[in-house]
Nanobody
Framework: QVQLVESGGGLVQPGGSLRLSCAAS????????MGWYRQAPGKQRDLVAR???????NYADSVKGRFTISRDNAKNTVYLQMNSLKPEDTAVYYC????????????????WGQGTQVTVSS
């Protein structure tokens, strides 16, 4: 089992910045990818940014140039630096990890954090 603990959410004014962190712990062989998703009220949960163990990243078009995802493999931690925040970024942000339990890394499982609220408002 993998536990994901998120931190860093809060209230910020438009144009401001926040940094989210997500640390993975528990029993696993490796974590293949980690990412952030968000869900606004009444909407589906969408990918914000994702980073693989090799460092490849991809972003939602709406956050390109404003958000940066990074990962510390030694600490099994992923970060999301969010700059130039807009009211439409308001959502609950969820950390996700794709992990392998054994050396057979073709068999993976998806784990979710509890979510952290990000509110962008003046």
């Amino acid at each position: 089992q993998v536990q994901l603990v998120e931190s860093g959410g809060g209230l910020v004014q438009p144009g401001g910045s926040l940094r989210l962190s997500c640390a993975a712990s528990g029993s696993f062989f490796s974590i293949n990818a980690m990412g952030w998703y968000r869900q606004a009220p009444g909407k589906q949960r969408d990918l914000v940014a994702r980073v693989t163990s090799g460092g490849s990243t991809n972003y939602a078009d709406s956050v390109k140039g404003r958000f940066t995802i990074s990962r510390d493999n030694a600490k099994n931690t992923v970060y999301l630096q969010m700059n130039s925040l807009k009211p439409e970024d308001t959502a609950v942000y969820y950390c996700n990890a794709i992990a392998a339990k054994t050396r057979d890394t073709t068999v993976t499982y998806s784990y979710w954090g509890q979510g952290t609220q990000v509110t962008v408002s003046s």
